[in-house]
């Protein structure tokens, strides 16, 4: 006689087919769900980071309309607030660079569709040649793609509207003067940017970033575990956003120190220590990629890890960590450049404990990763070496266990 229930080889009862789809459901759905929760996570923060934006745009609009339309009456207000937008558009730092294209694009435009207009006429085929030509004289005066863009749409607007529309040229001009005036007044005066705030929010993923790849290497090494190594190291190397958008936001603070009378003073303070540290910071993530490959190439070979050697790596890991805190609370990162230094102390005991060829490049990357730290902090280069040499202590042969 069969027995209703068969039984597993433990005894229990196994699970019918419909308990393991149901199951399987319920996982999907659990992931599903927290997909979700962090997609809706992420668009929250992406509002919160460009929500100023938002603003600053809807009232650079607002007053370039204004300006051009009630105090300038122009017959065409509507190229000043485009401008202003498209101003504002541009990357933090290259606004007021991005004003300067916007004019130089629209003259040439102007002039060529102009100057093309009295000779030839109008009709699709003059169309074409005067955007071409408008966009090869903007190629040869500057190069730029904002001043292309502006350029061949301004000849188009000339060529299509002109017979329609007396008088366009002054109200394009004008229009693409007052947008990008009011712009960067906007960004300056009335809404300016809290430069040391656009650097934390920039610096912080890629500083973050660099902390817990180190942290991770030093597990690895104390541990042995050359796929943790490995997996740190393809992490780190999807740095290009965070790097960029350091790069783009030290732009940006110098700009806004430099435009708004209300962060003047911060041009040589924590805005200018902040904003000189991207370069340094960005080979720091570089060597530190090199630190870690070589940590992998260690593992695998089966070299000597002396105690010090994953210590070095937590102690650098903990200098970026108290660069991070330290420039975002607007202090001098004196307590970061200290314990960077011990980054180095630990680690010249390590190699004089005795470390292999792939060790001694790991060594190597912990002094140069200091170095840039150091830099980064704002000694100068000849400074960081200095202490970095001094600090290591006694170069002596390694010996191999």
């Known amino acids: ?104 694009g629209v003259t040439v435009g102007v002039l060529v569709g102009d100057l093309l207009l009295t000779v030839i006429g109008t009709g699709w085929w003059q ?42 040229e002054i109200p394009r001009f004008v229009g693409a003067l007052v947008g990008g005036g009011t712009a960067l007044l906007v960004t300056a005066v009335l ?4 430069p040391l705030r656009v650097l934390n929010r920039a610096a912080r993923p890629a500083l973050d970033l660099l902390v817990a790849q180190l942290d991770a290497t030093a597990d690895a090494l104390a541990e042995r575990d050359a796929t943790c190594a490995r997996t ?15 790069v783009e936001a030290t732009q940006g603070a110098r700009e806004a120190s430099t435009l708004s009378p209300l962060h003047w003073h911060e041009r040589h303070g924590p805005v200018g220590r902040y904003a000189r540290a991207a370069e340094p910071v960005d080979r720091a ?18 070299e000597p890890v002396p105690e010090p050697l994953p210590r070095a790596v937590a102690e650098l890991a903990e200098a970026v960590r108290l660069l991070k805190r330290q420039f975002a609370a607007g202090d001098e990162p004196k307590r970061a450049r200290q314990q960077a230094l011990r980054a180095v102390e630990v680690a010249g005991q390590a190699y004089r404990e005795g470390v292999g060829f792939s060790g001694a490049v790991v060594v190597a990357q912990v002094r140069t990763t200091v170095s840039d730290l150091l830099v980064a ?25």
């Open 285 to 302: 993530m570089r060597n530190s990629g090199t630190l870690i490959r070589r940590a992998v190439t260690l593992i695998e070979d089966g």
């Open 232 to 246: 740190a190291l393809g992490k780190l190397r999807q740095n290009k956003d965070e790097l960029k958008a350091l």
């Open 1 to 104: 006689m069969v027995a209703a229930g068969r039984r597993g080889a433990d005894g229990g009862t196994p699970a019918s087919a419909g308990d393991t789809v149901q199951g399987g459901q319920a996982a999907t759905f659990v992931r599903l769900r927290d997909r979700a929760a962090a997609t809706l996570r992420d668009r929250f923060r992406r509002v919160r980071a460009i929500g100023g934006l938002a603003v600053q745009a809807g009232l650079a609009a607002a007053l370039s309309w204004l300006v051009a339309h009630e105090l300038l009456h122009l017959s065409q207000p509507v190229f000043a607030p485009i401008s202003a937008v498209a101003t504002l558009a541009a990357s933090v730092g290259q606004r007021l660079r991005r004003t300067v294209e916007l004019i130089i």
């Open 377 to 401: 902090a704002g000694s100068t280069q000849e400074e960081a070496n200095r202490l970095v040499r001094r600090t290591f202590g006694v170069l002596r042969a390694p010996r191999h266990q």
């Open 191 to 194: 809404l300016p940017l809290n």
């Open 127 to 168: 169309l074409g040649l005067i955007v071409v030509l408008a966009i090869v004289v903007a190629l040869f005066l500057a190069g730029s793609a904002a001043v292309v863009i502006q350029a061949g749409a301004t000849a188009v607007l000339i060529t299509t509207l002109s017979p329609s529309v007396h008088d366009l």
